[in-house]
């Protein structure tokens, strides 16, 4: 599903300091989902991120050096016909000492190749072009 598929993207995140003006409430990513089979995730050099459990709170996920987080995305969810239900996550603004420092992620997103078939009216490539399109993006 995965050998030499040349969809997976690796990407830098970068969280700069707070400057103090932003409005209460704020969070730095929205609650979402990934598109992708599986999201693999060192874990950030800050806390902020969280997941939302099945009764609709939010968990923090340590930010421990050395942890691995892997988030089940949209591509799963639709291959399993919803039995891997995709992770819902966001990541907060810090508080403190925190909101003075970068936050920096790492997120790994592995896309089966594009003519994986990931259900009976999608393969890879039609999953996501879908999914681009309903954003907006394609």
């Keep these: 599903m995965i ?8 990407r ?11 409005e209460a409430g704020a969070i730095r990513a929205a609650a979402h989902e990934d598109i992708n089979l599986l999201t693999i995730l060192p ?5 902020g991120l969280q997941v939302k459990c099945q009764d609709g709170s939010w968990l923090d996920v340590p930010s421990d050096f050395g942890n ?4 089940i995305g949209d591509m799963l969810q639709e291959a399993s016909n919803g039995y891997f239900p995709s992770t819902t ?3 907060i603004n810090p508080s403190g000492e925190a909101n003075s420092r970068s936050r920096i992620s790492l997120p790994l ?16 490539a039609s999953y996501l ?5 309903e954003l907006g993006v394609k």
């Design 68 to 71: 691995l987080i892997i988030n």
């Design 12 to 22: 830098v995140l970068h969280y700069p300091p707070l400057t103090g003006n932003e």
């Design 3 to 10: 050998k030499d598929t040349p969809n997976t993207l690796l």
């Design 43 to 47: 874990a950030a050099n800050e806390a």
């Design 89 to 91: 996550h966001r990541v």
């Design 129 to 133: 072009l879908e999914r681009l399109q």
């Design 109 to 124: 997103f592995l896309h089966p190749r594009s003519e994986v078939k990931l259900s009976e009216k999608h393969t890879q």
